[in-house]
DNA sequence: TTGTAAGCGTTATCAC
DNA sequence: GTGATAACGCTTACAA
């Protein structure tokens, strides 16, 4: 029996790995006339393109990532540098985040190269990236209200996305944001369309670019509804579940506790329900809470659809932003000179049991 | 006023980044003479050594990792294959174990390369990784039951460690694994001492190598105290909140439904506390939780030491299994001649608030 | 349409 | 102790 293909898959012989050389040596060929038939370019016959490319896989050929490298100045590999924040914690949205983008690299073929660094070093790690040409590009995490990131990475010429925003010259870099005031301004305006006037924001570090604007948003609507903010109302950390609790019998025990709550992670906020239960106070009945909902893949409910979820949510996917944001940084390293991209998502408000069925 | 090193940082000039080639010529040395330096080989004067790395750091020079992997055949990465398990999960865990072994790699100066890819596909990312080189080494991530990862990386000749372990021939490869049957065993014994009989067991995956060790630890610890094994209260699934609330809501409905509850993990068990608030019940007077604690970084008290903690649990820091996988890795990389390196670790059992108190 | 040859920036094997 | 020089495995002008 003949088969259609000559070269048969040799699992069992791991043997010297094939390079281009002896690929090239095996069909006669040159190495160049290989790597462009390999390569999809358009000068190579289509006949001897077909026969490259099954001898390529039969062969099991992979073209060397290092050599590759090398020749062409690219790595197909983007960087992600992930804070570490004080107490060791690393904060679980980052691998939503990653898993996102990942779906992304993977259909181009390109890899994750992932560093954790406590905070304040990552800038270093940019430049050891840029200056060793370790990655074709960049994704900024968690900008902060001053962020010196987007600076460096603008002057030495490495090409990155945030994720967030950040600063006041926002159209000269490219950026995926969440309305965030927004969403903060939205949900507020619904507790009080419900009748609370005496609502506390349980932010996440202000120190952060987002929880800025959050609070902008949560202001916001306070004062287009006459309602004065008081700051003992208002409180951010970190937003680990432990910090919700905390936060939510300390909010509780005030002379005049707010009857709503709104929190800007799934995480405190189910630390506040943990709370609530703890002083005999339910959620939704006692005690309104919003919270933001970055749709984490380990709090879903399998089932999705079918039931009203647990908490009144305002929710965006950090996959999918993920995804998105590693598609426009592709594009970006694909054509350099491309104009930033900046997109705006607006959060959606989701009902559910923990504010006034309306 | 003379300085100290005569070739001074240039922060404000990008250009052409400085290469081996460059740095020789500056020095008058070879390139030879310039890549020993740099690498601590024994036969460079000192005199020398030191000229060399001082204006190495002055101009800010660093080798290309392209070139030096090409040139050594080691790429300074290690790769990590992180499932994606149906409904796009993505387990919280991993984010800890990595920041664990960041830490590592960091002082070895290794990086890391990461793929999410859906659970059953890792086998052809390692194959990937072993033809084209891209890395030094991987980690398995969640050994099944009936694991093909490991012989496949044995066969294809590429450093591992396992995280956990599988099979029968456990000290032919590398692993560090927690004691999960001696963790669930004491765990259940701590509820049968305290009067339990009915207890249930809210198990991760039984695909999962860890999960059937520890419904073995909880069987053995039932069948030492003569208490007939029920299935019925025995459940299985990915660790989620949702899973764990769930599952309580099922168990407490149960004809003659269990005193207490065993977790897998903690964010099940916070889900079951979920639960038990919704049905009016009081984790730790009315009915007893223990839970596996991974100590995940984002569920921990800042405060830490001074507090009872909330739940009682069998705990042990992924944090450090990771670090201490990456750095077995990384000695098995160095020296691949060494013999397999086991470590078993045993949990600690963490007294709080959701059993009696002794 | 295909081939030759010169890089890419290191490390490693020899000599000296 | 130091220096030529040849790999490493690819891409890419430039030729043919």
């Known amino acids: 029996?003949?088969?259609?293909?000559?070269?048969?898959?040799?699992?069992?012989m791991a043997s010297a790995p094939i390079n281009l050389k002896k690929l090239s040596e095996i069909l006669g060929l040159s190495q160049t006339t290989v790597s462009r038939a390999l390569n999809g370019f358009p000068e190579v016959s289509e006949k001897t393109r077909v026969r490259v490319q099954?001898?390529?896989?039969?062969?099991?050929?992979?073209p060397s990532p290092s050599a590759a490298s090398l020749a062409t100045g690219k790595t197909r590999a983007i960087g992600h540098v992930i804070p570490i924040s004080e107490h060791r914690m690393i904060n679980?949205?980052?691998s939503d985040f990653l898993a996102g983008a990942s779906e992304a690299y993977a259909a181009a073929g390109y890899d994750i190269l992932l560093r954790m660094a406590p905070a304040g070093e990552e800038e270093d790690i940019y430049r050891d990236f840029a200056s060793r040409r370790r990655v074709d590009g960049v994704v900024v995490h968690g900008p902060k209200t001053v962020e010196p990131r987007i600076d460096l990475l603008k002057s030495i010429n490495l090409p990155f996305v945030v994720h967030g925003r950040s600063g006041s010259?926002?159209?000269?870099?490219?950026?995926?944001?969440?309305?965030?005031?927004n969403a903060f301004q939205q949900g507020t305006q619904l507790l009080i369309d419900q009748g609370h006037t005496r609502i506390a924001l349980v932010n996440g570090l202000e120190s952060m670019n987002f929880a800025l604007r959050r609070r902008a948003g949560f202001e916001a609507a306070l004062e287009a509804n006459n309602i004065a903010a008081d700051s003992r109302y208002i409180c951010s950390a970190d937003m680990t579940e432990t910090y919700g609790h905390d936060a939510t019998v300390a909010q509780l025990a005030l002379?005049?506790?707010?009857?709503?709550?709104?929190?800007?992670?799934?995480?405190p906020a189910m630390g506040g329900v943990r709370a609530l239960n703890e002083l005999?106070?339910?959620?939704?009945?006692?005690?309104a809470i919003i919270t933001?909902?970055?749709?984490?893949?380990?709090l879903q409910s399998p089932d999705g659809e079918n039931t009203t979820p647990f908490f009144t949510s305002i929710s965006s996917s950090i996959q999918a932003a993920g995804k998105r944001v590693a598609e426009m940084l592709l594009a970006q390293i694909d054509d350099s000179s491309r104009s930033p991209l900046n997109e705006l998502w607006e959060a959606e408000i989701v009902q559910g049991q923990t504010t006034k069925q309306t």
């Not at 005999?280 to 005690?287: N, P, Q, S, T």
């Open 280 to 287: 005999g106070l339910r959620a939704g009945k006692d005690v």
């Open 54 to 62: 099954q001898a390529a896989d039969g062969l099991n050929y992979r």
């Open 1 to 12: 029996m003949i088969n259609s293909n000559r070269f048969e898959k040799s699992e069992t």
């Open 169 to 181: 010259d926002t159209d000269t870099y490219s950026w995926l944001d969440v309305n965030n005031l």
């Open 92 to 94: 679980p949205h980052f």
């Open 292 to 298: 933001y909902d970055d749709q984490l893949s380990f």
């Open 255 to 267: 002379k005049n506790p707010p009857t709503a709550l709104m929190f800007a992670s799934i995480l």
